[in-house]
């Protein structure tokens, strides 16, 4: 019996170790499954933060094409209201292109109404002066040329107060500020256009600015306020989105 009892130990004992052996071969199996996921979803955020770097470049580009797009509008139809009397006698080359100046006028009185600004502010250009201003500070902007366009929109805005491209101008003012890391001064920019200019087709934007320069300034609590905002106030703008990110990558900073 003894004899038996200690076979029977003996067996128990290896086939313990065997069924502890299985038990940490599968333990380093799942580890090293875990192991594979981490690096898929690292990979997965490198390329997500690279697809974002992207969009973020080309909702730059797209900002930038509409601001001219639209500049190009005031400009005609401001021009065109200017040249009416001069060309309404030249025939019917004349009269076509009052046709085309009366066109792109409306075209520029609906895409402000869309955006909350007034049609008849954007064809009120005195003589082109202050479209030829901005359009030289926003060239610059254009060129990475930002301590100029700082100055340049600083004088366009000091010379041209009452200018329909006036919000515009201080909303650039503060992109060029913000791109230089100039931070407290484009929060500032920014502010103003929210404070100014509460009807501007650029106050999404702004505001969403207002968050990005209070996280970069490590002001946590004005960033989630300005950041929620954009969320509450424009659901469906790009900018909302835009919050939603950020106030995303705020909650995982545990800001």
Known sequence: MQIKLKDLDTRIARIEKVVSNQSLLGLSNDIETLRADVRAMHNDIDQL????????KQQRDLYADLDRRLRNLEARGAG?????????ASGPAGAADSAAAGEAAGAAGQEGAGDGSS????????????????QAAFALLKEGQYD??????????????????ADN?????????????SFPEALSAFQRVADKYPQSR????ALLKVGYCDYELGQWSAARNALSKVV??????????????????MAAEKH
Do not use: C
């Open 80 to 88: 065109g209201a200017h040249s009416d009397s001069r060309t309404s």
């Open 119 to 134: 049609g008849a502010a954007a064809t009120s250009t005195p003589g082109g002066s202050d479209t030829a201003s901005y």
């Open 232 to 249: 509450s106030s424009f659901p469906e703008s790009s900018a909302s989105h835009l919050a939603k990110q950020r106030l995303d990558k």
């Open 202 to 205: 650029k106050l999404p934007d």
């Open 49 to 56: 933060n690279h697809a974002l770097d992207i969009s973020g």
């Open 169 to 181: 101008a201080q909303y650039w003012l503060g992109e060029a500020y913000y791109v230089n890391k």
């Open 148 to 165: 100029k366009a700082v100055e340049a929109f600083q004088h366009f805005l000091a010379t041209y107060p009452d200018s329909a491209f």
